[in-house]
């Protein structure tokens, strides 16, 4: 038992979310803000990286070495990696966090694009179809499904992930979770934080889904 | 660099590493809440992976499972054993750790045990294996290969995940990282920072090497497992919960 314990410390409150409200939005703002400037940032580069490992094979095999490097250190390392150069700004934590989407967003730009038939692609050209149409008419819409698929796995886990950005001050929701804790254990904080993350990522999943649904229009069809 | 020689001075003193509460000291207790949480995931995820694959059913459930682990930010689940009454510390720590590992070693145990083809199971059944032989001598040496990567995707974020534990009072390499970010000590964040970095890799790289030496089969070198990506359907990302970086 802890000592708070003595004092009435409930897991949820309610009059907590109302008086600080102001608060727990301007952390949600900054939440949203980082995801999505991270995953945005990060499809920018990983789909040209992506079209360079599909056109030259021998570039496939290091840059999924390369990911799996940069998955595997620890968002603690990483944020404390990159702590000297850019300091306690938001920075600090869009690069670590356009480090990871971009790892995961490769992977899944370049299964897709390795997913397009060579014999559709073959039929295309002979069509007479340039590079650019090529991509984006037969590429880009075969390939959809397997992008979503990483977008939406690539958001979710950035939501996730921007907590641990309270290392340099500016961890989203996060700072509601170590703010709790910080002060003496007060759970009610650290539970909206916590629920407050996990919404959001569902949230953004669903809507990824239904822009999924929105672009895909002949993808539906009932799944086994 | 800033930072970056000042930590290797850090590193290079005997002393930090022995010292009482020094790098050994650190290493010890992360690698000990970490290996009872992964042995602790294992003996939960992998009978219910197994069941739920042989049986072929709880798809539903363990999708849900993988999506919303991935949702859940490690830092919260920590901070919430922390405070409730178990206590923050070790104990904490690893209940927490617990609950993350098990999503992986379920996901894949479960898809590789839903993989093995029927034919093959009925097969053995046919020629008089029991229920148990037909799961440890037919489906097991077949659900290898995924079930190492869970393993490997669970131990990995569990060692990672573990140096987050500094953060909410609890022990082991990330207590390094925290004190510098206390003391603005450039070097001792660097520092702690490149031994969390290495012990994840080195955690990836043993375990590696473990599934090679343990799955059955012709041996492939880990690094030409590449060129026999092909099985796995291009187009669709791989089923397993393939972890989250931590």
Redesign the interface.
């Known amino acids: ?2 000592a708070v ?1 003595a004092a009435p410390n409930p897991w949820f409150d309610p009059s907590y979310v109302i008086d600080n409200w102001d608060t727990i939005l301007r952390y949600l703002g900054e939440h949203v803000r980082l995801t999505v400037s991270a995953v945005v940032l990060g499809a920018l580069i990983a789909l040209p990286l992506a079209l360079l490992a599909r056109n030259a094979r021998f570039l496939a ?1 290091p840059v ?1 070495a390369l990911s799996t ?1 940069i ?8 944020f ?2 990159i ?3 850019t300091g306690l700004s938001t920075t600090t934590v869009l690069i670590g966090l356009v480090a ?1 989407s971009l ?1 995961i967003l490769v ?2 730009f370049l ?2 694009l ?3 038939p060579a014999d559709v692609r073959e039929a295309a050209r002979g069509m007479g179809y340039g590079p650019l149409r090529l991509f984006w008419q037969i590429d880009l819409p ?2 959809l ?2 992008f979503m ?2 977008l939406r ?1 690539a958001t ?2 950035t ?6 950005g ?2 340099v001050g500016h ?1 989203g929701l ?1 700072q509601l ?2 703010g ?2 910080n002060a003496n ?1 007060y ?1 009610a904080e ?2 909206t ?2 629920v407050g ?2 919404l959001l ?2 949230i953004a ?1 669903l809507l990824l889904a239904g822009v999924e649904r929105l672009v895909t229009p002949w993808a539906r069809v009932v799944r086994p | ?4 020689s000042e930590a290797l001075v850090y590193l290079n003193d005997p002393y930090n590493w022995t010292k009482t509460d020094g790098i050994f000291d650190l290493l010890i207790v992360h690698l000990a809440i970490s290996a009872v949480a992964v042995l602790a995931a294992l003996m939960i995820a992998l009978p219910v992976g197994i069941a739920l694959g042989t049986a072929g059913r709880g798809s539903g459930l363990i999708l849900v499972i993988s ?2 682990s ?8 920590l ?2 054993f ?2 409730s ?1 178990i ?1 923050f510390g070790n104990r904490a720590t690893t209940i927490a750790l617990t609950v993350f590992a098990i999503p992986p070693i379920l996901t894949n145990t479960y898809v590789g045990f839903r993989g093995v083809d029927p034919d093959v199971r009925e097969a053995a059944r046919a020629m008089g294996m029991s229920r148990g032989a037909v799961i440890g001598r037919v489906d097991l040496p077949l659900a290898l290969p995924l079930v190492m990567t869970g393993i490997r995707t669970a131990a ?1 974020q569990v ?3 573990a ?2 534990a500094a ?3 609890g022990g082991g390499l ?1 207590r390094i ?1 925290n004190l ?2 206390g003391q603005q000590d ?1 070097g001792l ?2 520092a ?3 031994l ?2 290495a012990l ?2 080195l955690t ?1 790289l043993a375990l590696v090497l473990l599934t090679w030496v343990v799955t059955p089969g012709p041996r492939r070198y880990p690094w030409s497992a ?1 060129r026999r990506a092909p099985d796995t ?5 791989e089923p397993t919960a393939s ?4």
């Open positions: 038992m802890l314990d095999g999924l490097l998955y595997t250190i620890p968002s603690l390392a990483m404390a990696f702590f000297p150069f990871y790892v992977r899944n299964a897709g390795q997913g397009v075969l390939a499904p397997a698929a990483g796995i979710v886990s939501v996730a992930l921007v907590t641990v309270v290392l961890g996060g979770i170590t709790g804790f254990f759970r650290i539970v934080g916590a993350c996990v990522a569902l999943d | 660099m800033t930072g970056f999506n919303v991935r949702a859940v930010p490690t830092l919260a689940l901070t919430l922390a405070v009454p206590g990995v060692v990672a995940t140096g987050l953060l909410v009072g990330g990282v510098g970010f450039y964040i660097i702690g920072a490149i969390i970095a994840a890799l990836e590449r359907v291009p187009g669709v990302p972890g989250v970086p931590l």
